[in-house]
């Protein structure tokens, strides 16, 4: 039996649900903690978003394995696509993710910093993520954003 793990959720205030690849998947796929925090922060008012970008990591062209991001994606309805302004916001974030923590030059790849830079973009805004280490890195200076590991 599984526990259900509880994370730390803001308080009154609305504002974006942003998801990561693996969080998308995890969504997609029925992961308890995913799905009750989508839940609730949804049914506070929260909007959710999946960046356009992200979905090139869970996007595999096999019907059976995209079914259920399809109908995530579907049931959002709000993508957020990836622009020349949203990708220059991106480059900087990892490049002083890169700087600040003294990260390989591999650093988070071009994606999380997308997903960052849509983060940021959607403030007050909380980010859904598999790799909280890179998003923190990539968010350290975004007042108004929240990470959670799912």
Do not use: F, Y
Not at 31 to 56: F, T, Y
Not at 93 to 113: D, M, N, V
């Amino acid at each position: 039996m599984s526990r259900r793990r509880k994370a730390r959720l803001p308080a009154a205030t609305k504002g974006t649900v942003v998801l990561d690849s693996g969080a998308i998947t995890k969504v997609a796929l029925a992961d308890l903690l995913a799905c009750s925090i989508v839940e609730d922060l949804s049914g506070r008012g929260w909007a959710v978003c999946i960046p356009a970008a992200a979905l090139a990591e869970v996007i595999t062209g096999r019907a059976k394995t995209d079914a259920p991001i399809e109908r995530l994606i579907k049931q959002v309805g709000n993508t957020m696509d990836c622009g020349e302004r949203l990708a220059k916001v991106a480059g900087v974030l990892r490049t002083k993710a890169i700087r600040c923590k003294k990260l390989p030059p591999s650093g988070p790849s071009g994606i999380e910093a997308i997903v960052a830079a849509a983060t940021v973009a959607c403030q007050p805004s909380i980010v859904l993520t598999t790799d909280p280490d890179d998003m923190g890195a990539l968010l350290v200076a975004a007042e108004l954003a929240t990470v959670i590991r799912v």
